[in-house]
């Protein structure tokens, strides 16, 4: 079928939105109609160079929509359904069913190969092949190709145009805090970075009921949202020490530190205002030329931690309506961070979201 898509062409040139072909769905696959998608730091990674699909490529993997038609197997879903997209799992390996879908021991070729398993492509363009199948889904697109695995259904009185963030940066910072750390009711954590996914940590310290929970970001808009959104201290890097500042408010450190930031001098800001038995987690990325972060291991010997995060370590068709039911209830006003845009403008969001004039710009079809 005839789609419109927006095509990473090469990494210093904007996506360009083009008309494509999709493929219909076959054994298991399911099409989606795509109402919204957010931008992910991870699509603008890729679109760098820095994952494996090839240019050109079509991207995008925070889609949300409604389920136009079905493969056969496909049985969790049904056409008119909505739904949110997330990661792609095989649901069978000795990690998915530990619980630990994120780490699937087929991530990679699920998700950022820019192929089905089989080596063939979802989207052509003009009987030449392109790159997609991204996270299972490649929704820069008016339409998509899923599994059962990434699809989850959810109520249709919901604004299904703005939960496809849900499926990623938003689950990712709430998923380390509400699950991966599961930090306890009176504990104390450091959040660096006020992107999206760091805000999403601040929204899932307030459902476990942190007693402190600090936000270091530079930009005095996002520092003033964290504070709305429930954050009790909000500090800015580049008027004061974030170690002193940290310390002023935790003496003994925080009882856990997130890094959505992926720079190194703010890691080891971070592993240096860690507690005695404190936790470290680590999701964000940067360029492959940034030097690695150094610490002193003695700092460590107290019984601090340091890890890696994917994907909050969420089971999506299970955090996704948990999410959701905070939502409902009030408890989790993520859409509070988003901005919305007219997918052919995909350019100009970016563009906002570097300025620093949104936090999550989510392109959206005819709603």
Known sequence: MDIKAAIAVAADQPFQIKDVQLDSPRENEILVKIKGVGVCH????????????????VLGHEGSGIVEKIGCGVTSVDVGDHVV????????????TSDSP??????????????????SSTVTEHG????????????????????????????KDLPIELLGPLGCGIQTGAGSVMQAFACEEGSSIAIYGGGSVG???????????CSTIILIEPMESRRR????????????????????????????????????TGISSVIEAAIATLAPRGELGLVGTSSQSSPLPTFDPGTLLTGQKIR?????????????????DHYKNGNFPFDRLITTYPFD????????????????????FDT
């Open 308 to 324: 890696g995060i994917c994907e909050g370590e969420v089971d999506p068709l299970l955090f996704i309506p948990l999410m959701l």
């Open 225 to 260: 949202l964290a504070m709305s959104l429930g954050a009790t201290h909000a500090v800015d890097p580049t008027l004061s020490d974030t170690r002193a500042s940290i310390r002023e408010i935790c003496t003994m450190g925080v009882n856990y530190g997130f890094d959505s």
């Open 199 to 209: 805000l999403a940590a601040v929204m899932g310290a307030v459902v476990q009921k």
């Open 128 to 155: 030449t092949e392109l790159s997609a199948h991204f996270f299972n889904q490649s929704s820069f697109a008016s339409y998509a190709l899923t599994s059962e695995s990434n699809t989850i259904k959810v109520d």
């Open 345 to 364: 403008k995909i350019n100009e969001a970016i563009d906002a979201q570097h300025r620093g004039e949104c936090v999550k710009p989510v392109l959206v």
């Open 102 to 119: 994120a780490y699937c021991e087929s991530f990679v070729p699920l998700n950022v190969m820019g192929t089905r398993t089989d080596g």
């Open 42 to 57: 991870t699509d603008l990674v890729a679109k760098a160079g820095m994952l494996p699909p090839p240019y050109p490529s």
């Open 85 to 96: 997209l997330s990661f792609a799992s095989c649901r069978h390996c000795s990690r998915c």
